[in-house]
């Protein structure tokens, strides 16, 4: 799969992609390197866990609109991952022969990928998909 290139590679809180990355960083590197889209930087230190969120919290700023309910996600699908009350994790769809898997990257573990239920075992409440509106489709409000 593509993304096994990326699998493995370090999370820093001031990431140098492609040889380290941060979550937001991750999706906004894979946007231009496979889909050739560029996304606003990232202003936040991913270090600093509250003004991270708080930037990548705001899927409009990155061109993304929330999928209509009953929408099903598809590849490079953005996954914003609620551990409580809000978003505060980010990543992005991958088609694999297991099905739909995300590619993120954390802290300590660098980039792995996930599939949706494993995300949802270890803390994550919900999933909340966008799609960037380059990549359009019926089912994605402009």
């Not at 979550?23 to 590197?29: F, S």
């Amino acid at each position: 799969m593509w993304c096994d290139a990326y699998i493995g590679k370090p999370w820093a809180p001031v990431p140098d992609p492609p040889r380290s990355f941060s979550c937001g960083e991750l999706v906004r590197h894979l946007f231009r390197e496979r889909l050739g889209i560029d996304m606003p930087a990232i202003l936040a230190n991913a270090g600093v866990l509250r003004e991270c969120i708080a930037d990548i919290a705001t899927p409009a700023r990155y061109g993304l609109a929330p999928l209509p309910a009953g929408a099903s996600p598809q590849e490079f699908d953005v996954a914003y991952m609620v551990q409580a009350t809000r978003q505060n994790h980010v990543g992005l769809a991958v088609d694999s022969p297991d099905g739909l898997l995300i590619l993120h990257c954390v802290q300590g573990a660098g980039v792995v990928l996930n599939s949706p239920a494993e995300l949802l075992g270890v803390g994550f409440r919900r999933i909340d998909w966008c799609r960037h509106h380059l990549l359009g489709g019926e089912s994605c409000p402009v």
